[in-house]
Structure formats: C-alpha cells, structure tokens
C-alpha cells in the first residue's frame, strides 16, 4: 500500500514558478512509477507527467513539455514536479499518482494509477 500526500501548491502570478511535492509512505514507493495529473474546474482529470520508479525515465503531455520538470527521490519516498512559465490555463487541482510496483514503466493513463494523494491547489493569475 502507498499513501500520497502533495504540497506546494499555491498562487502565483503569470509566468512564475511553484514546486509540487509529493511525499509517499510504504516501502514499495521506491520501486513505482508516479504520475503527476490535474482537473481544472469542470474538466475532466488529465495527465501531466510521469517518471519510473528509478527516475531515469520522463514523458510530458504536450501542454507542459518544456516548461514542467518531473523527477523522484527514492532516497526520500518523495517526487516532485517543478513547473515554470506558468500559465493562467496551468490553474487546477493537481494530483500525484503511484503504480503498483509490479508494473515498472511509465504510463499517461489515469487507470493504471491505483494510488492518489488528495490534490493540492495551483492557481495562476494574468
């Protein structure tokens, strides 16, 4: 079992930056893939990023490539998502996600993500 806590979150004018973190308990953290998602206000939950278990392996959606950076500490169960330029449309609640440590690669399907942290909110003013 992992249990995900975010933080960081917070407001921030256009183009600035904020940090998220994403702080896991349970040993298995260390061998999972993690998932940053979000859902802005009256749209569906939707992918941002992931890195495998070992940090060594990224994908971006399209809307964040180039300005957002995921990346994962084992050392420290914790993962994190530093996102720069921010824009007004970046606003939402933002979600990080773990795979079961079985499945190793990374993934931009919010199903394979069996577990979720509660969200922390990002709002980006013009």
């Known amino acids: 079992q992992v249990q995900l806590i975010e933080s960081g979150g917070g407001l921030v004018q256009a183009g600035g930056s904020l940090r998220l973190s994403c702080a896991a308990s349970?040993?298995?953290?260390?061998?999972?893939?993690v998932g940053w998602f979000r859902q802005a206000p009256g749209k569906e939950r939707e992918f941002v990023a992931t890195?495998?278990?070992?940090?060594?392996?990224?994908w971006y959606a399209d809307s964040v490539k180039g300005r957002f950076t995921i990346s994962k500490d084992n050392a420290k169960n914790t993962a994190y998502l530093q996102m720069n330029s921010l824009k007004p449309e970046d606003t939402a609640v933002y979600y990080c996600a773990a795979r079961r440590p079985e499945f190793l690669g990374i993934s931009g399907n919010i199903g394979d993500y069996p577990y979720w942290g509660q969200g922390t909110r990002v709002t980006v003013s013009s």
């Open positions: 349970g040993r298995t953290f260390t061998s999972a893939a």
């Open positions: 890195v495998s278990w070992s940090g060594e392996a990224t």
